[in-house]
């Protein structure tokens, strides 16, 4: 009799870089990780470091930090700065040719990369070849330009377990919980989500009706009692 390997959930990241939707989603007990871009760090106005930080006092996972040079030496030193911010940071680095040799160099060191502006399966592919920790394609730009991004994960989904590799297929660009759902359907190992998106995830307007229900019918107990 064979022995059967058990896949692992699929981990729910915050894609932002405010702390206090991160507590929010924290004290929920769904928060497996952080990721956060050049955008939503500029959002919130504050030094990069310091967000960081506090982001790594309240989620124990990973955080995304994203460098901002576009050549490979650039990019690797940028990189060795960012991890050593704290143990969980994952360092983000665009899909370009720059970063497939800056992903290589930091990936060599032990620095785990995030590549990130991913559009394709073939990116995918060469993300996994450098040894990308985790690969984040763009769903909902794609959807944005009339293509159907989540079929990009299927073919990454596909390619990844043709030849085993270990990259993680992190779902971004989420745009609502159809997103999340077909992620989880296929596979994905991740999937990245804004506070707006997270918030909705437990909601169903049934449980909302069945739940008053319930509490009226108890409360129409206790008066007869
Ligand atoms: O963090 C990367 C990605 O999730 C960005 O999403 O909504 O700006 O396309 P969006």
Redesign the pocket.
């Given at each position: 009799m064979g022995t059967s390997v058990l896949p692992s959930l699929m981990k729910l990241f915050l894609?932002t870089a405010n702390v206090s939707e991160i507590r929010t989603a924290a004290d929920w007990g769904i928060l497996d990780g952080v990721?956060?871009?050049p955008?939503?760090v500029a959002k919130e106005g504050r030094d990069f470091t310091e967000v960081l930080r506090e982001i790594s006092t309240i989620v124990n996972g990973p955080i995304s930090a994203e460098v901002v040079s576009t050549t490979s030496p650039e990019m690797v030193a940028e990189g060795r700065k960012l991890a050593k911010i704290h143990k969980n940071i994952y360092v983000k680095i665009p899909m370009i040719t720059e970063g497939l040799k800056a992903t290589k160099a930091l990936s060599s060191e032990g620095i785990r990369v995030n590549m990130?502006l991913v559009f394709s399966s073939l990116q995918a592919l060469l993300a996994a070849k450098v040894g990308a920790a985790f690969v984040?394609p763009?769903i909902?730009?794609l959807d944005d330009i009339g293509q159907t991004g989540m079929e990009i994960i299927e073919e990454i989904k596909t390619i990844y377990d043709n030849y085993s590799f270990k990259t993680e297929i992190l779902v971004?660009?989420?745009?609502h919980p159809i997103h999340v759902k077909e992620a989880a359907m296929i596979g994905a190992d991740i999937c990245?989500v804004?506070f707006n998106v997270m918030e909705k995830l437990p909601h169903h307007s049934l449980t909302d009706v069945g739940l008053e229900r319930f509490l009226k019918d108890w409360a129409k107990l206790s008066k007869k009692a």
């Open positions: 894609d990721t956060t871009n955008s939503l990130t984040s763009f909902g730009r971004a660009s989420v745009r990245t804004p």
